[in-house]
C-alpha cells in the first residue's frame, strides 16, 4: 500500500508562473499509466479545505490532494455541463466545439479524449449521474466504450435508495424535499457517490484483460441542486438552528429565478443556512471520493494511475444577485478545484499560476506517452514546462438560457418588454491578477468591466475606467486568442449529429433534467406556488441578499449585479 496516501508527507512547493513548471519532474513509468478522471460537478474551490477554506468541507481529500501538483487558480472554460465537459473532452473552447444551450450535442468529428486513449490500448468507461451526459443525446460521453448512468436500471434503485435516506421530514427547501410546498416529485437520480464506486470497481473486476490500462470518468452530482445533504455532513458544518433554517429556506429553481431577477430576496441568516447546505453536500463528497481512492489503494492501482480532481463549473450563492449557474460568469463559476496526483511520475507542490481545464486533454496525452492527435486542442501541458507559453486563460459562455427570462416574464407580466438583464454572452481573459470580461448582446459588445483578483476576488469593483491601458492590453490578448482559434461551423453537422439531437428525450430523462433546471417539462409541477409570491417574499425577507463572499469563508460586503 502506498503510505503516503492520505498522510501528507510530501513537501508542498509554490510556483509563480507557468515556464517555472519546468521544475517539477516527471518520471518514465514502468507501465503505461491508468487514467482516472473525478469531476464533482458544481463545485467552486473556494469552498474547499484544499483552497483555503476555513470550514473542514474536504479533510480528507486536503491530505489527498498534499500529494498531488495542486493548481491554485484553475480556470473552467465553461459555466454550465455541456460546454465546460464538451472543452474537458476536446480541448476546445465553447466557440470551436459548438455545444451549448443552443445545440446540446457534441459533434462525432471530434476526436475525444476517451477515443483517443481507447484507439491506444486503453480500456474505457464512464459513470455519471448528471442527465446532461446521456448516452442516447448530448454525445459528452462520445469514446467511453463502457458507460453506467445512475438512472439506468441497474443502478436507479440503489440511486434512490441512497437518496432517500438523506432526506429529512421537516425539509421543504428543494423540489424534492418532503415537505415541499408544491408536493415533493423526484426520480432521486443523481446522489449516487457510493454507487459510483460499486459501478467502477465492478467495472474493474471484470475487465476481460485486466492487464490493460484503463481511463476512466467519474461524474457526481452531490454538489447541484436539489442539494440534500445527510444530517450528519449538515451537523459537521452547522449548528441546529441553522440546519433548521436550511431545511426551511425555499431554494427551489422558482425561488433561485426570483432573487436573480430581485423579485425576492433572503436575509443574512437565510443566506447562511444556504451556504451550510452547500457546504454539508461537500462533506458527502469527500467522504464518497476518498472512500473510492481508499479502494484503489487497497487493490495496489493507485500507484501507477494518473488521478485528475476537478469540476466543470462552480456555483454562484447568492453572490452579484444570483443563484445556480445559468448567467453570468464571475469566479464563483469559473474557479474550480483542479488536482493531478500520480506518485509514480510526478512531484506535488502547489502552482499559483491561471491555467485552463481547456489543457487536461494534451496534458494526459503527454504523460501517458502517447502521440499527440492531429487535430485543433489547446496544446498546453499543465505538469511541464511549454515552449512559449502565456500567463493569459480563457473562458467563455456563448449562448444564453433563455428558460428562466421567458418563466419570470411569465410570472410578472409587467415585464414583457423589459430586456433580460442576463440575456448576454461573455467571453473572459485573465491575465495575472487582472480578469477581463466582454459582455455581448444579440452579437454586439455591450460592456467590458475589469477587475484586480488579487485586492478584490469577488469582483465588487470595476476598475475599467481609472485602467484603460490594462483593459486594453487584455482586449488585444482576447482578440489574438479569438483570431487564432477555429470557429464552430454549423454547415460541417453530419447526418449522425442530427440524427443525435433530434433524439426524444425519455420521461425520465425529462424529470431529471427538469429538477436540475435545464429545461421546462415538469418545472411548473415542482415550484408550484401563489401568483405574487416573489414580491410577498421580498418584502418579508428584510435585509437583501446581494452577497459578496470571502474566498476563506466570511463575507465582505456587497456585491453589484452582473456586468
Known amino acids: 500500500m502506498d503510505k503516503r496516501f492520505g498522510m501528507g508527507l510530501a513537501a508542498v512547493v509554490a510556483v509563480a508562473g507557468v515556464g517555472a513548471l519546468a521544475m517539477w519532474a516527471t518520471r518514465e513509468p514502468a507501465a503505461p499509466p491508468n487514467v482516472l478522471i473525478i469531476l464533482w460537478d458544481t463545485t467552486r474551490a473556494d469552498r474547499l479545505t484544499s483552497y483555503g477554506y476555513a470550514k473542514p468541507t474536504t479533510p480528507r481529500m486536503n491530505e489527498y490532494a498534499k500529494d498531488g501538483l495542486v493548481f491554485e487558480r484553475a480556470v473552467s472554460p465553461g459555466m454550465w455541463t455541456v460546454p465546460s465537459h464538451a472543452s474537458m473532452f476536446t480541448g476546445l473552447p465553447e466557440s470551436s466545439h459548438g455545444a451549448g444551450y443552443d445545440y446540446r450535442w457534441l459533434d462525432t468529428a471530434n476526436n475525444t479524449l476517451a477515443e483517443w486513449f481507447g484507439s491506444h490500448g486503453y480500456d474505457t468507461y464512464a459513470f455519471s449521474a448528471n442527465p446532461n451526459l446521456s ?34 421530514p421537516k425539509d421543504r427547501s428543494t423540489e424534492i424535499s418532503p415537505a415541499f410546498r408544491g408536493g415533493a416529485t423526484s426520480t432521486f437520480s443523481y446522489n449516487a457517490g457510493p454507487m459510483t464506486q460499486q459501478a467502477f470497481t465492478g467495472w474493474l473486476d471484470a475487465r476481460a484483460e485486466p492487464e490493460k490500462p484503463w481511463l476512466a470518468y467519474l461524474s457526481y ?72 481512492l481508499a479502494d484503489l489503494d487497497q487493490r495496489g492501482v493507485l500507484d501507477n494511475t494518473i488521478v485528475v480532481w476537478t469540476a466543470d463549473h462552480g456555483e454562484q450563492l447568492g453572490e452579484h444577485q444570483q443563484f445556480g449557474h ?195 417539462e415538469g418545472v411548473e409541477l415542482a415550484t408550484a406556488a401563489e401568483p405574487g409570491e416573489g414580491e410577498a417574499g421580498k418584502a418579508k425577507a428584510g435585509k437583501a441578499g446581494s452577497r459578496s463572499k470571502a474566498g476563506k469563508a466570511g463575507k465582505a460586503g456587497k456585491a453589484g449585479k452582473a456586468p
Open 135 to 168: 448516452t442516447t443525446r448530448v454525445n459528452l460521453l462520445q469514446g467511453f466504450k463502457e458507460v453506467d448512468l445512475s438512472w439506468d436500471k441497474d443502478w436507479r434503485r440503489l440511486t434512490a435508495q441512497n437518496t432517500r435516506k438523506k432526506l429529512i
Open 221 to 292: 452530482m452531490e454538489a447541484h441542486k436539489p442539494r440534500v445533504p445527510s444530517l450528519e455532513a449538515r451537523r459537521k458544518m452547522a449548528d441546529d438552528e441553522t440546519i433548521g433554517l436550511g431545511l426551511a429556506t425555499d431554494l427551489s429553481m422558482r425561488s433561485q429565478l426570483l432573487y436573480s431577477y430581485d423579485k425576492k430576496s433572503y436575509t443574512e441568516k437565510e443566506l447562511d443556512a444556504i451556504d451550510a447546505v452547500y457546504d454539508a453536500t461537500l462533506i458527502d463528497l469527500d467522504e464518497a471520493t476518498a472512500d473510492l
Open 326 to 520: 445559468r448567467a453570468a460568469i464571475y469566479q464563483q463559476l469559473l474557479h474550480v478545484p483542479l488536482v493531478i496526483r500520480w506518485p509514480d511520475g510526478i512531484d506535488p507542490g502547489r502552482v499559483n499560476q491561471p491555467v485552463s481545464n481547456l489543457d487536461i486533454y494534451n496534458t494526459l496525452v503527454e504523460l501517458a506517452g502517447l502521440p499527440a492527435p492531429d487535430q485543433a486542442m489547446a496544446k498546453g501541458n499543465l505538469v511541464g514546462a511549454v515552449a512559449g507559453a502565456v500567463s493569459a486563460v480563457f473562458a467563455q459562455s456563448m449562448s444564453v438560457d433563455r428558460l428562466g427570462w421567458d418563466k419570470v416574464r411569465n410570472w410578472f407580466p409587467e415585464l414583457a418588454n423589459e430586456t433580460d438583464l442576463w440575456g448576454e454572452t461573455y467571453q473572459v481573459v485573465i491575465d495575472g491578477g487582472h480578469k477581463l470580461i466582454e459582455a455581448s448582446r444579440d452579437g454586439e459588445v455591450s460592456k467590458r468591466v475589469l477587475y484586480d483578483l488579487a485586492s478584490d476576488p469577488d469582483e465588487t469593483k470595476d476598475i475599467s475606467a481609472e485602467q484603460a491601458d490594462v483593459v486594453a492590453s487584455l482586449v488585444a490578448k482576447l482578440d489574438a486568442w479569438r483570431s487564432s482559434t477555429p470557429q464552430y461551423d454549423p454547415s460541417k453537422r453530419s447526418e449522425a449529429d442530427q440524427k443525435g439531437i433530434d433524439t426524444e428525450i425519455s420521461d425520465d430523462e425529462k424529470a431529471a433534467l427538469a429538477e436540475l433546471g435545464y429545461i421546462e
